[in-house]
């Protein structure tokens, strides 16, 4: 916000200078502060009142389905949106106001955006040459550039006769060229198929690793965050669901909706004890590690519990007479087995039309037909219980968010 000069002291100027200049000396080169952040359209919220930090050097991922907010917020940083309200910072700058061309971030987007009439090395050097960097500097940072990516034997081609893959290393590269403090990413992988994303993925993370540069990346692709990522936001309805690592966000989910949408999970029904680490299902007793702050005894829950803890095995006849009740073990039968390359599926059917399913690697997963009797059991540090309310409601945005998505071109799926 820009003050006009007769409503501001000398004072007033001076303490602002020097709150400002203190925020630029503490907030290191690389680092971005978002705090109170809200972007409305119109009379939609896409971001709502979200603070974040980003550490110098960090891969940090914003993950979540399309009209998450996930978009608007990446494009805020880069100048292409302006916050209805709250304040950016980036290297210590407040950059609300200021346009993209003058903020010290690039953006690599999921449509290269290359010049097709240029050649690789002018794709990349377009930037430097709009700047009057001169033409030495310029060969040698294209140079420089284009090894980063391994493509400067490929610097006299056009865009036309690259792979898609070859596409995003030079997208890559004309962006880094200009040495930014901070590299925006909006799903600049999702135009490949699996195996060149994969292989993408890879790279992407070690050439972030050896630059140091901040990278902050967004998409809708759990693989992708949970592979590459240092610390990974969960959006959800324009806010952070969660902020934390890979581990701790897969096995210390902060919601029912966090558990839900990354991964797997079995939701199975139940009321809480006076036990808060039990619940009593239909199914049997469940037992947890850890329990909920909104969960109290006699309140409806449901548990969550990943296919991959859930080991399963066949039930003889004396063995099913001789097996003796205890917590987290669950009766059913075999209703389907899929082959996944390294892992078995099992679908179980547990009774009341509700099922349970198991991941197990291959080499050491049983041999069970359909109609087969088994024993499902699990580790009490697998189950996390939430309330049955939050539960339900997250299960239901998953399924609409996967079954209806944003249209791509809407400014509120951004």
Not at 24 to 46: C, I, N, Q, Y
Not at 128 to 151: A, N, W, Y
Not at 173 to 180: S, T
Request: glycine content about 8%; aromatic content about 4%; overall charge negative.
């Amino acid at each position: 916000m820009t003050v006009s000069a007769q409503n501001t002291t000398p004072a007033a100027s001076a303490a602002e200078n020097a709150s400002a200049n203190a925020a630029a000396t503490s907030e290191p080169d690389g680092s971005v502060v978002l705090e109170g952040v809200t972007k409305k359209f119109g009379g939609a919220v896409a971001v709502d009142n979200i603070s974040l930090h980003v550490r110098p050097g960090e891969f940090l991922s914003l993950l979540g389905p399309s009209g998450c907010g996930k978009t608007t917020t990446l494009r805020m940083l880069a100048g292409f949106e302006e916050p209805t309200s709250g304040s950016i910072r980036i290297s210590g700058q407040d950059v609300v106001g200021i346009p993209p061309h003058k903020r010290n971030v690039n953006t690599v987007f999921q449509a290269y955006a290359l010049f097709p009439h240029m050649s690789v090395a002018e794709n990349v050097a377009y930037g430097l040459r709009q700047k009057g960097t001169p033409k030495s500097e310029i060969r040698e940072r294209v140079t420089e550039s284009l090894d980063l990516v391994q493509m400067r034997s490929f610097a006299d081609r056009k865009p036309t006769q690259l792979s898609g893959g070859q596409q995003q290393r030079i997208a890559l590269a004309r962006a880094l060229i200009n040495r930014p403090a901070v590299l925006l990413l909006d799903e600049p992988l999702g135009a490949l198929d699996r195996q060149l994303r994969e292989e993408m993925q890879i790279e992407l993370k070690l050439l972030q690793s050896r630059l140091g540069i901040t990278f902050i990346f967004v998409t809708h692709d759990q693989g992708e965050a949970l592979s590459m990522s240092d610390r990974i936001a969960i959006m959800r309805k324009g806010r952070i669901e969660q902020l934390d690592d890979a581990d701790s966000i897969y096995d210390s989910p902060a919601s029912a909706y966090v558990a839900g949408f990354i991964g797997q999970q079995n939701f199975l029904p139940g009321m809480i004890t006076n036990d808060l680490q039990v619940m009593e299902s239909p199914f049997g007793v469940l037992r947890s590690t850890s329990t909920h702050p909104e969960l109290e005894a006699g309140v409806d829950a449901q548990a969550a519990v990943r296919p991959e803890a859930v080991t399963v095995s066949a039930i003889t006849d004396t063995g099913a007479a001789t097996t003796p009740t205890a917590d987290n073990r669950i009766s059913g039968k075999v209703l389907g087995v899929s082959h996944q390359g390294e892992t078995l599926q099992f679908l179980i059917s547990i009774g009341d039309s509700q099922t349970l399913m198991s991941r197990l690697p291959r080499p050491s997963a049983p041999r069970l037909a359909v109609g087969d009797a088994v024993m499902c059991t699990w580790d009490a540090a697998s189950v996390h219980f939430f309330p049955s309310e939050q539960a339900t409601q997250a299960q239901a945005d998953i399924a609409r968010a996967v079954s209806h998505p944003a249209p791509p071109t809407s400014s509120i799926s951004l």
